[in-house]
């Protein structure tokens, strides 16, 4: 049974940090692209940034510079830091692992930017 738990989200000022995690099981990770996507309230569903098999990122224009996606193979871990963070980066995140038809999602945590 494939799973992926997210964690370290929560509330900041703006301008501050933090870095989310999302734990995959019952899947070969290294053989996912993984990816963090988000939805804020009445908005679509967005990509924020992936990273495929090799290691390469790809990020939305509107974090770029601000949000470094990293993974752990070993781990089966995906990371987001998450820098300068602002109003608009309020939102629900979500893990995503993607390969071929097979397309995985967690169950989101809430990132929050208010002062």
């Known amino acids: 049974q494939v799973h992926f738990v997210e964690s370290g989200g929560g509330s900041v000022q703006p301008g501050g940090s933090l870095r989310l995690s999302c734990e995959a099981s019952g899947i070969i990770f290294s053989f996912y692209t993984m990816g963090w996507y988000r939805q804020a309230p009445g908005n679509e569903l967005e990509l924020v940034a992936t990273i495929n098999t090799s290691g390469s990122p790809n990020y939305a224009n509107s974090v770029k510079g601000r949000y470094t996606i990293s993974r752990d193979n070993p781990k089966k871990t995906v990371y987001l830091q998450m820098n300068s963070l602002k109003p608009d980066d309020t939102a629900v995140y979500y893990c995503?692992?993607?390969?071929?038809?097979?397309?995985?999602w967690g169950q989101g945590t809430q990132v929050t930017v208010s002062s």
């Open positions: 995503n692992g993607r390969l071929g038809d097979s397309n995985y």
